[in-house]
């Protein structure tokens, strides 16, 4: 048998057993911490001290981040079991969001909700004294326009969903449909009723009778499928959105008789990853875990006009032929040259059939295109979206086949 050297713990046992507690609220909220990891952290504050609390933060961060994703939710635990004194009575009142007074009305964190379920993993949240009913008093509550929780779970922000509330939402996904038109085309196939004359077939058929025209064949358009293509952010502000949207993408590209004749998905931040052929794996863990893998700029910054520049010119004429219907899903916010992004999103929309633009950030009220790269992306697209949400997803499928509809496009062009 192997032997392991003494772990030689901190002088304060409790900061030993709160590392512990912490490591499994870490694992309850979906990063992988070991039993390893937890001891790897207790040796590496023993080293690095408890007297700084950044110090103290990246100590931490380095044992138990492996994952870029990973980041946003060891900061908001963090946050909640080691800086914030009332972190339990904060976590209660999301739990209870009926209860107010407790927290103060503010917009919700990204990855709070998931922070506090892990933390509070067990526990039941108790009533305060004040809102217990006094005895013999019966109080029933018609629920017959309450809103039910898969109508709450569709309209809920993909940024603001707990771990079961994202579990829940990628089975409500993979039942979503994204049905297409088909699109005439220019080469005709025969017809009995058909609105063209074929010349060609008359033609032939009256070489056979001494030519002599008896009937008049007749053709219409041939109908063909469009592609689909997928142009996703997968940049820090990004990540929970990119990773709902692939996982409807890869229903889509796994659906039979939708229409589409090919799904196309690319992930851009820094460069731009193809990851058509990972969505076409049948497992939707195993080919999100592939795309992740090939694409090694998950929550890292943003070019989109360099990663636009790198499509337009590698894979522009491969997959936008024929018609093909362009998903562009990013917040639009880059740093780079607006004149640089505007060229190439008016090449872009020049190749595609159908450009749309889903965004985000247009489930805030008061958006406006006050960002350059915002106002540089927005004239060059025929379709403006939210793309925040089920229902968002749900309201892409009925309008994508129909051409007119511009969705928020007019009325943000007139703030221009």
Known sequence: MPEFPALDLPENPKL?????????????????????RVIDAIRAVEAAGFTSKTDFYWTL????VSRPEDRVVFAQVFRLYWRDPRYMEHMMSMMLPAIRGVQEERAGQSAEKRAAQALLDGMQPEMPDEFEEPEGTEIEIDATLTMSA??????????????EEVAQAKRMLARLDLPVDP?????????????????????????????????????APRERWPNLVVLCDISGS???????????????????????????????????????????????????????????????????????????RDWS???????????????????????????????????????????????????????????????????????HSIASLEDLAKVISRWEDAGEKARLMRML
Request: aromatic share 6%.
């Open 16 to 36: 030993a057993g709160n590392i512990t507690h912490f490591a499994r609220a870490l694992r309850k909220a979906g990063l992988r911490v070991g039993t390893g």
């Open 61 to 64: 961060h380095a044992c138990f």
């Open 150 to 163: 898969e109508e709450r779970l569709k309209s809920l922000d993909f940024e603001q969903m707990s771990t």
């Open 183 to 219: 699109i005439p085309s220019r080469r005709g196939q025969a017809a009995l009723r058909g609105s063209q004359i074929d010349w060609r077939r008359t033609m032939r058929a009256s070489m056979r009778q001494g030519g002599e025209i008896r009937d008049l064949a007749r053709k």
């Open 238 to 312: 990004m990540s929970q959105y990119s990773r709902l949207i692939l996982h409807f993408v890869h229903t889509v590209a796994n659906a039979k008789g939708q229409g589409w004749a090919k799904v196309h998905a690319f992930t851009f931040g820094t460069r731009l990853t193809n990851v058509t052929r990972h969505l076409r794996q049948r497992d939707v863990d195993a080919a999100l875990k592939a795309a992740g893998a090939e694409a090694q700029d998950w929550e890292g910054g943003t070019r989109i006009g360099e990663c636009l520049h790198a499509f337009n």
């Open 317 to 387: 004429r491969r997959v936008t032929g024929q018609g093909a219907v362009v998903l562009l899903v990013s917040d639009g916010l880059d740093r780079g040259a607006p004149e640089d992004l505007a060229k190439e999103m008016q090449r872009l929309h020049l190749s595609a059939r159908r450009l749309i633009w889903l965004n985000p950030l247009l489930r805030w009220e008061g958006f406006a295109p006050k960002a350059k790269g915002i106002a540089a992306m927005l004239p060059h697209v025929d379709s403006f979206r939210a793309g």
